[in-house]
């Protein structure tokens, strides 16, 4: 399993100003062999997930075939566009569906609305673990040794330093999310916009990540903050019945 995830981590080299990777690359920014990068390349390249170029590796067409298949039969997608649309419908607000995956809350399908502006992360994209609901909403419901691994591997962080909260001033602001059953923030992620997200899980009750609305502050308050918050958690938890119901 190391070596697989090893493996994939190259996958994560790839950014805008680095469309082409090679061994170099990989042996810098990851620490890996020369050996090890050559093999972890051959065998990407081998299943189509890289292709080879002049000057390194680029992303595959395997990649694409497999965002298709995700596109068509991940369960939160699958059962959760009607939703979303729904939710977009009623309020004007943008409306996403995020999936935990490792550390990580993934944006997996944004639906704009009226006012359409910043939201934190595009598709495909990673929230901000301690600044969106649409994430604090998953970490809230992890298991506690989940929770303080994520805080321990992010404790010297930017990230969390910025919210100037210890273990037990956070795991608190956790339980508190728990207690509500949504996560609702203002202004964390850009000012003037405003997000409350509800948590969807599977039959065993673990969380698979979140349903979102969020928008200009000054639209958020044109509603009770309560109809907006019952409206979410009502979406989420229709998302769970499906899921659990297949």
């Known amino acids: ?60 067409p395997r990649i694409i075939a497999l965002e298709h298949q995700m596109t068509a039969y991940d369960p939160m997608l699958q059962w959760g566009r009607d939703l979303v649309a729904d939710l977009v419908a009623q309020t004007g607000l943008d409306a996403l569906i995020s999936e935990f995956h490792g550390h990580s809350v993934i944006n997996v399908l944004l639906q704009r609305g009226h006012d359409a502006g910043p939201v934190g992360g595009g598709r495909g994209l990673p929230m901000d673990l301690f600044h969106s609901a649409t994430s604090r909403v998953v970490l809230a419901y ?25 273990w037990k001033d956070y795991s608190r602001s956790l339980l508190d999310i728990r ?18 997200a509800a948590p969807v ?17 000054e639209r958020f308050q044109a509603f009770q903050e309560t109809f907006l918050c019952d409206l979410v958690v009502r979406a989420a938890a229709r998302l769970t019945d499906r899921i659990v119901a297949q």
């Open 179 to 196: 207690r509500k059953g949504y996560c609702l923030s203002r202004g964390e992620l850009h000012p003037d916009r405003t997000g409350v």
């Open 142 to 166: 992890l298991l506690p040794r989940q929770i303080r691994r994520i805080y321990d591997q992010h404790a010297e962080s930017a990230q969390l330093q910025h919210l100037g909260l210890a």
């Open 201 to 217: 899980f599977d039959e065993k009750r673990r969380v698979l990540g979140s349903i979102t609305l969020v928008g200009r502050s």
């Open 1 to 60: 399993m190391n070596s697989l995830r090893r493996m994939l981590d190259v996958l994560g080299l790839f950014r805008p100003d680095q469309s082409v990777i090679d061994i170099d690359i990989i042996s810098r920014e990851l620490g890996y062999t020369p050996a090890s990068a050559y093999r972890y390349l051959r065998e990407l390249g081998a299943v189509g997930l890289l292709v080879r170029l002049p000057r390194g590796y680029a992303l595959g």
